[in-house]
């Protein structure tokens, strides 16, 4: 509104020195059972998070439900305990735990003020050593889970996620990101109490604290309230995922009768962590859409107004990785917005290499934000979970800001040719019918 | 397992310095010296409840990123990222917040960034057109193309008061939207977006004087202008209850939302309202959820909300909700009747010693 300057020739104020990082104050110990645990230290408030993940994969339909049935009713306690008892337990302390599991992982996050750590950490031991599984707690749970599938079910972006992996991957247990109702209904108490006895194991899991804690002594409170939770068996991996099927072929439409908006889901293959490329192609799709700034977003919502939200990602998964895109449009402009992102990958990958000032950007964007995340404890905790459950030494994070830091830009671009081609994508719409398309 | 410790350790309380400069803005800094990132944030005192047209207040907010002074279409977005840091901004019913986080080294840019379009942002018809139809986009993917979505905070209103600032949603709908004009935006900043009428916060890394410096140096030159004053909100409480259904195609099951006045901001009752939620609400062994998800299976969830927006959002009158997804076999009525009895009995009770020290503990860590 007010005519100024024209910008770009704008001095912006200079940025003062970096700040030194103090190296991590931390422990990586792998306790006699099997279970890895590591305490790192994050005084920034007196509160301690915890990150259990045990690798939870299965084979079967049944497994996905019996698994979930798990999850929901782990927490209630040890035998004579019940739901309440433990939360209160957990209360007084200022304490929390939760459950949640997927094809690849049972995860618990909890979190406790810092003084309160050896509770939370009994409590958790109780319910890991007898959870009890008790028939009305199992009925109530398996209720209300239902109601979940069903809720899960009518949210548009869940049921996009869900063609998508069918349309990639069929029937492999990774597309069992939501268990069916009849499994739910079916799977009785002795399977879930079976499964939780040879796959809920702490050899192949791992245990992060990080918050305000000693780390030795975290790791010695661990062993000692831990120590008990045992098993002869190994925490199972999910079977890797193949290429997805689909590739390069026409977006498959999925219709969604009475859908006010398309949710569209693109997959192609992409490089795990530790692959060599991984550094450059990261940067690369930090230009194509991994970020606000990015040539998708830029396109999609600030030029063409067709998106409120968009982005590709590198989705880490057991022993592989896809490169993801995902957006939802209105149904009159969803298939423009597909041929745009269609578009903005040949592009990338073609005539249109990643510029040297694009280049820069992402990698600024890449390194300060793994820099923010890591100076919370909670964000610390979810930044390290994953590579450590993936077997990864507890640096690796900073192993791979170093390489983002130095990745040639030619790597980068040559990343982009290589791996961002639209060919490479096998993609699915979800929405309205065509004739059943609400006028805009 | 053992019984409650006495008292939870008091968290270190962060020393907060207040600066006011020349042309009204003020500024308070929470200083973490250890921690590499800052925060900053400039709210101005104008939310939806500011507005004459349906949405505007968000769609305005949207548009402060559309260039500004010295600063063209989408720079601000493109400095804060290319140096590693994120942003975002909300409109709230009374205030609207514009955002960052960012490596400490970049605070001074940030500074800059803000006061930038602090001092004039850059409007144009095709920024307004291109942005109502993003918040279009934004109003299907948070409101009618998910189950639940709005609910109950865009229904709740309709019943709880009478008064237009009161009742409407923050989004409207992209018709009124597309119809906005520069005019019409270039009087809106002239009202709310006066330095008087903001309040910059800036934690984190960082030492109080250099923030002041900086904050002198980069807003202490935006003019100084007189601010529209706040919109008289006040409505009478209701005589009767009332009573609003709608359908959504999209919920498997019927939700039921109760909403009443609640003490307002400022009150001895406000804080007190807060830890009744937490007592209600929070956690499996919180009154609610015993009662009428295991208990009674009136609920498959259930939660209890001081505030419309939660807790420290808004000016009076605000609303304290009750919310609560009802299984198959139980009426919303009677899921309501049942929600209400509980919190008489809290009421003419109050809560249990442990109860109450248990809900503040979880307060503690939630923030």
């Known amino acids: 509104m007010t005519p100024a300057a024209a910008p770009g020739a704008v001095l912006l104020p200079p940025l003062a020195p970096p700040r030194p990082v103090p190296p991590l104050e931390a422990v990586d110990t792998v306790l006699p059972t099997g279970l890895r645990v590591v305490a790192a230290r994050r005084a920034t408030a007196p509160v301690v998070q915890l990150r259990l993940g045990v690798p939870f994969g299965g084979s079967t339909a049944r497994h996905a439900a019996a698994a979930e049935l798990l999850s929901c009713t782990l927490l209630a306690g040890g035998p004579g305990a019940d739901r309440a008892a433990v939360d209160d337990a957990l209360a007084a302390v200022g304490g929390s735990l939760k459950a949640v599991v997927g094809p690849e992982e049972l995860l618990v996050t909890g979190q406790v003020l810092a003084e309160g750590l050896p509770r939370l950490l009994a409590v958790l031991a109780d319910c890991l050593t007898g959870a009890g599984y008790e028939p009305t707690v199992l009925a109530a749970e398996r209720e209300r889970l239902l109601h979940r599938v069903r809720l899960t079910g009518s949210m548009p972006a869940r049921a996009a996620r869900a063609a998508l992996l069918r349309h990639c991957f069929g029937d492999h247990p990774a597309t069992r990101e939501t268990p069916a109702e009849e499994q739910v209904a079916d799977v009785g108490r002795d399977e879930v109490a079976a499964l939780h006895r040879t796959a809920l194991v702490p050899r192949g899991a791992v245990l992060l604290l990080v918050g305000d804690v000693r780390p030795d002594r975290a790791v010695a409170e661990t062993a000692r309230l831990l120590g008990g939770w045992s098993s002869p068996h190994r925490a199972v991996r999910m079977a890797p995922l193949p290429a997805p099927a689909h590739r390069g072929e026409p977006v498959l439409a999925v219709p969604s009768p009475g859908a006010r908006q398309c949710e569209a889901r693109l997959a192609a293959p992409s490089l795990v962590r530790t692959d060599p490329g991984y550094p450059a192609l990261l940067l690369a799709d930090q230009v194509f859409g991994g970020h606000f700034s990015s040539r998708l977003v830029q396109r999609l919502r600030e030029r063409e107004g067709r998106i409120y939200s968009g982005r590709s990602a590198i989705e880490q998964r057991t022993g592989s990785a896809l490169g993801t895109v995902q957006f939802a449009s209105a149904p009159q402009h969803a298939a423009a917005a597909v041929d745009g992102t269609l578009d903005e990958l040949a592009a990338v990958s073609g005539d249109r290499p990643p510029t040297g000032a694009e280049i820069a950007a992402a990698r600024g964007y890449a390194l300060g934000v793994q820099a923010l995340v890591r100076s919370t404890q909670k964000g610390l905790a979810d930044s390290l979970h994953g590579p450590l459950l993936a077997g990864l030494p507890l640096d690796w994070p900073d192993t791979v800001a170093a390489l983002v830091r130095t990745v040639p830009d030619d790597e980068v671009r040559a990343a982009a040719a290589a791996h961002l081609r639209p060919e490479a994508y096998a993609a699915v719409l979800l929405g309205p019918p065509a004739p059943d398309r609400p006028l805009p | ?367």
Request: with cysteine; charged share 20%.
């Open chain 2, 1 to 367: 397992m053992t019984a409650p410790t006495a008292a939870a350790r008091p968290a270190a309380t962060a020393e907060v310095h207040r600066h006011r400069l020349a042309n009204g803005l003020r500024l308070l800094v929470l200083p973490d010296p250890g921690s590499p990132a800052v925060g900053l944030a400039v709210a101005y005192g104008v939310g939806y409840r500011s507005e004459s047209r349906s949405g505007f207040a968000h769609l305005f907010e949207h548009l402060m990123f559309q260039g500004s002074a010295r600063l063209g279409p989408q720079e601000h977005a493109r400095h804060v990222q290319a140096n590693g840091g994120v942003f975002n901004a909300t409109t709230h019913r009374d205030h609207t917040s514009y955002f960052q986080a960012m490596p400490a080294e970049a605070l001074e840019l940030g500074l800059f960034l803000e006061a930038d379009r602090m001092r004039a942002p850059r409007i144009t018809p095709e920024a307004i057109a291109t942005q109502a139809s993003v918040v279009a986009e934004e109003i299907r993917r948070t409101v009618t193309n998910r189950p639940y979505g709005g609910f109950p905070t865009f229904q709740l209103p309709q019943v709880l008061f009478d008064s237009f600032a009161n009742t409407h949603d923050g989004y409207g709908d992209h018709a009124s939207l597309a119809a906005a004009t520069v005019a019409e935006c270039a009087d809106f900043f002239a009202r709310h977006y006066a330095p008087g009428n903001a309040v910059l916060a800036v934690c984190g890394g960082v030492d109080p004087r250099q923030a002041v410096e900086l904050a002198e140096r980069h807003f202490g030159t935006v003019p100084a202008r007189t601010a529209a004053t706040p919109p008289d909100l006040a409505e009478p409480q209701l005589a009767v209850p009332r009573v609003l259904e709608r359908t959504d195609r999209l919920a498997p099951l019927p939700a039921v939302a109760v909403g009443r006045r609640m003490p307002p901001p400022g009150t001895p009752g406000h804080l007190a309202a807060v830890v009744a939620a937490a007592v209600l609400g929070d956690g499996e062994s919180s009154r609610l959820r015993r009662t009428l998800v295991r208990e009674r299976r009136l609920a498959t969830q259930v939660a209890a909300v001081a505030g419309l927006s939660g807790p420290f959002d808004s000016r009076d009158p605000d609303a304290f909700l009750v919310n609560a997804v009802c299984t198959p076999d139980a009426s919303p009525r009677r899921t309501a009747r049942a929600a209400d009895e509980v919190l008489t009995d809290l009421a003419a009770q109050g809560p249990a010693e442990d109860e109450l020290r248990r809900a503040v503990r979880r307060l503690q860590t939630a923030w």
